[in-house]
């Protein structure tokens, strides 16, 4: 059973950029394939990112793509999501989701396939 601890989060004027950390413990980290996931207040859950136990294949929503980027530096057993070019839209609670999988390849959008989550980090944007 892997644990997922969020940091990062934050603060920050339209037009900014954050760089968020999800660092896993308890499990081999390069066995998960991993996703990041927002949920703004009264809103339901959404995908954001997603990338493969091997960091080569990755997803992005139509909705932050060429602005945010996920990665994941498995020698640290953290995976990464950079955001840029931040908006009042992007407000919400982040949070980082693993699934175990046996493809090095495979990634998903759908919440429902991952099985461990973080508690979120909050990131506010002003405009």
Known sequence: QVQLVESGGGL?????????ACRASGD???????????????????FVAA????????????????????????????????MNSLNAEDTAVYYCAAHPSPSMTYTSALPNQYTYWGQGTQVTVSS
């Open 12 to 20: 920050v004027q339209a037009g900014g950029s954050l760089r968020l």
């Open 28 to 46: 081999t980290f390069n066995m998960y394939r991993m996703g990041w996931f927002r949920q703004a207040p009264g809103e339901e859950r959404e």
């Open 51 to 82: 990338i493969s136990r091997s960091g080569t294949s990755t997803l992005v929503a139509d909705s932050v793509k060429g602005r945010f980027t996920i990665s994941r530096d498995n020698a640290e057993n953290t995976v990464y999501l950079q």
